[in-house]
């Protein structure tokens, strides 16, 4: 059975309509990085953090998976693959989309997080600062979404993954955020194959040992037919 690891970005929810993580000027979704996506802007603001998040919910819950994230479920299903998708995305496409072996590094949409006692709960479509944690009780409720400055989630275990893979596959990602954009030289470190399946090359695109670009929902299908045969 081959073992894939699979690393998903930006780019392959980008197709399905989701805005990627950061544009050219900076800015998500009009926003400074600095007060949406930081530990310090929702202190700062968690009206303006939880507005955001909301908009970002209801964008994610109206999108469709695309056949990029359909033709990876179809991979996973495979008796001959053991397929973990590691994504950077903070939405549930690719659950939506058949996959069922997911790690979300950088956090859901989906869930809620308390920002006092790191109790965990589903999020509910609309998210406010007076919302009460279920568990300490403290008006405290955060997306559970990792934000700059923070150590992204199951690192120990994406690593152990990685260095026993038989393939690591990059797809839609830009290669300049870490940790994820170091995967390609922990798996060149093993001895692992590595593909980039990218709209454009990555930054770190001179580390893998090939590379394919054009769009996701094109590209993919394709190599998920060549691996199906």
């Known amino acids: 059975m081959a073992k894939i690891v699979i690393l998903t970005g930006a780019g392959i929810s980008a197709e399905s309509g989701i805005r990627t993580f950061r544009a050219s000027d900076g800015l998500w979704e009009e926003h400074r990085i600095e007060d949406v996506a930081t530990p310090e802007g929702f202190v700062q603001d968690p009206d303006l953090v939880h507005r955001f998040y909301n908009a970002r919910r209801a964008a994610a819950t109206a999108a469709q998976p695309n056949p990029a994230h359909i033709a990876l479920a179809e991979l996973e299903a495979d008796p001959g693959h053991e397929v973990l998708i590691v994504t950077q995305n903070v939405d549930d496409l690719h659950e939506r989309g058949g996959s069922q072996n997911v790690l979300h ?24 600062p007076t919302d009460s944690c279920p568990s300490c009780g403290a008006q405290a409720t955060r997306p559970d979404i990792v934000w700059f400055g923070e150590m992204p989630y199951r690192m120990e275990e994406i690593w152990h993954a990685l260095r026993a893979a038989d393939l690591f596959v990059s797809i839609g990602t830009s290669g300049n955020v870490y940790p994820a954009a170091g995967f390609v030289a922990d798996a060149m470190h093993a001895g692992v194959p590595t593909l980039e399946l990218n709209l454009e090359p990555s930054a770190g695109r001179s580390m893998f040992d090939e590379a394919r670009h054009g769009p996701a929902s094109v590209l993919v299908p394709q190599w998920v037919r060549e691996r199906l045969g």
């Open 105 to 128: 590094m950088h956090g859901t949409l989906f869930g809620a997080l308390c920002h006092s006692c790191e109790h965990r709960w589903p999020a509910p479509e609309v998210m406010s």
